[in-house]
């Protein structure tokens, strides 16, 4: 499942530089999340790093992109080119 930031948001600027697949970026009002670029830190790290650093807790599981690990995980070596851990 990818990750979404809601209009919680207070563009603090702390999830952008955590997000090792570059999948966050400031949209029109508040920072938006790519879904074909999150992999909710799956092949990176054991959790989410933009949800450890949000001081509003605003970065929810996204219900519209239900995926599973195996999906993330797929996703994770499509965009690094590396093979699963």
């Known amino acids: 499942?990818?990750?979404m930031i809601t209009d919680e948001c207070i563009n603090c600027d702390v999830c952008e530089?955590?997000?090792?697949?570059e999948a966050i970026s400031q949209g029109e009002?508040?920072?938006q999340i790519d879904p074909d670029k999150c992999t909710e830190c799956v092949g990176h790290f054991d959790?989410?790093?933009c949800?450890?650093?949000c001081p509003?807790?605003?970065i929810p599981n996204d219900p519209d992109r239900v995926e599973s690990q195996?999906?993330?995980m797929t996703r994770y070596?499509?965009?690094t080119g590396k093979s699963a851990a």
């Open 56 to 58: 509003v807790d605003c």
């Open 29 to 31: 009002e508040i920072y």
């Open 17 to 21: 530089p955590e997000c090792p697949n």
């Open 70 to 72: 195996d999906t993330l």
């Open 47 to 49: 959790k989410p790093q």
């Open 1 to 3: 499942m990818a990750l």
């Open 77 to 79: 070596i499509r965009l």
């Open 51 to 53: 949800r450890d650093v």
